[in-house]
Nanobody, 122 residues
């Protein structure tokens, strides 16, 4: 099991940028598959992006070209650089680790952070 702590959320205007961080505990971070999800009010939690230990990445179509997922194994930290933000990106953003099965399936992920709020104003 790994403990995850998100930070970096806040209020930003449309077309602006924001970088989220996810700090992980433990000494095996570099071997873990990590991911970002988000949940808007009244909606189900949805997949945003994932990054494997190899550096391979995957994105939801809704954020492709605007968001970039990355990791710094020396710092046990994963990032989500968000650009050209839209009001529909408003949500609580969660980081997650160690999926078993489809990365787009919320139930496949075993460890979750507490979330950080991102609000995009129009």
């Amino acid at each position: 099991q790994v403990q995850l702590v998100e930070s970096g959320g806040g209020l930003v205007q449309a077309e602006g940028s924001l970088r989220l961080s996810c700090a992980a505990s433990g000494r095996t971070f570099s071997r873990r598959t990590m991911g970002w999800f988000r949940q808007a009010p009244g909606k189900e939690r949805e997949f945003v992006a994932a990054i494997w230990s190899t550096g391979l990445t995957s994105y939801a179509d809704s954020v492709k070209g605007r968001f970039t997922i990355s990791r710094d194994n020396a710092k046990n930290t994963m990032y989500l650089q968000m650009s050209i933000l839209k009001p529909e990106d408003t949500a609580v953003y969660y980081c997650a680790a160690d999926p078993v099965g489809s990365i787009a399936n919320t139930n496949a992920w075993g460890d979750w952070g507490q979330g950080t709020q991102v609000t995009v104003s129009s």
